[in-house]
């Protein structure tokens, strides 16, 4: 495997640390005072920290399409949804970092970056957690570690993740099998949006479960040995697949890309059906095209950024006709780049 497809079924590494103010209950629902004690006191540390380039975003006062955006680009979880009335968020320019409040707790401190990088997720977070730290208090136990409002994320706080394309362990039914084996090292695996979601286009997320009596070199290091196994494993069954028939992976691939490139109604559940397949046949050197681009790809023509770009809110048909109109253009433009 060439150098730049050493982590080809790995799209995105995320690191979440949860954190809760000392001084405050941790369930703040009923309490609006205390909400916005809670964001100007993060706010203020922040501002004296000297981190820069974060906007204060509410989720009250984005429309539900605008929610959706931030939850498809992964810049906030797929539960934040659900805080429509009292969540808070932080989020940084450069569209890696957000500062999560009223999620769970009090603060998950979030940063997302592509590819098999943990550790400069990791890196991104404790820069923010450090900045805090220094003009907060955190609710802190010198035995068991952070305490949190759910006992699942006390110790340490963090949950780190891998998001990756699997679609040959999936076909082979291997995904079982995987759950069972990352289980025992503390690991679990959920669908492309966390806990509760499906896993559309074969799509992944594999993170730690447990916090409490794990250090943060055990986390990162043990969900990435795990990272490096899966990869393995799914290339073996890509050369498998290759080897029982080439003709008919190649047919998949190159349909895929047919109906993805000529379709004039094209459904979400479709897309990401066709979208696992040509990211197959070019992780697999089938297709001459980067895995970047099919990657943006996928954020770029789901529901809300299909709507935010149309500045429009159809749905069904109409938003399926202009989904197979935006595909055409998205890949067109690819192939431009390509030559």
Known sequence: MSTENQFAS????????????????????????????????????MTLS????????????????????LAESHRISHQFLKRTETGAAFLDEKQVVSVMMMEDDHLRIQAVLPGMNLQGAAAACFEVDDALSRHVEFAFDHQMG?????????????????????????????????????ARVGLSIRGVYGEGTEALGNIYMIGNQAT??????????????????????????????MAQNHLLVEDQVF?????????????????????????MGIVQGIVPMQTDVIDALLTQVQNAHLRAY???DMDGEQLNFYRSTRLRQLLREAVIRKK
């Open 255 to 279: 349909r895929a890309l047919g109906l993805l490139t000529g379709s004039r109604l094209m459904s979400l559940s479709e897309f990401f059906r066709l979208w696992s397949s040509l990211r």
């Open 146 to 182: 952070y305490l949190t409002a759910c006992p699942a994320h006390a110790g340490t706080g963090m949950r780190a993740s891998l998001m990756m394309h699997l679609p040959m362990l999936t076909h082979y039914k291997q995904m079982g099998n995987v759950g069972q084996t990352v």
């Open 10 to 45: 790995v799209m995105l590494s995320r690191v979440r640390l949860a954190r809760d103010y000392a001084d405050l209950p941790f369930d703040l629902t009923e309490k609006p005072d205390l909400r916005e004690v809670l964001i100007t006191r993060t706010w203020n540390a």
């Open 310 to 312: 149309l500045e429009t």
């Open 212 to 241: 409490l009596g794990r250090s943060e070199e055990d986390i990162l290091s043990t969900v990435t040995a795990v990272g490096r196994q899966l990869e393995e494993m799914e290339q073996v069954y890509r050369n498998k697949a």
């Open 50 to 69: 000297g981190l820069k380039g974060y906007e204060l975003v509410r989720m009250g006062e984005l429309s539900e399409n605008e929610r959706n955006v």
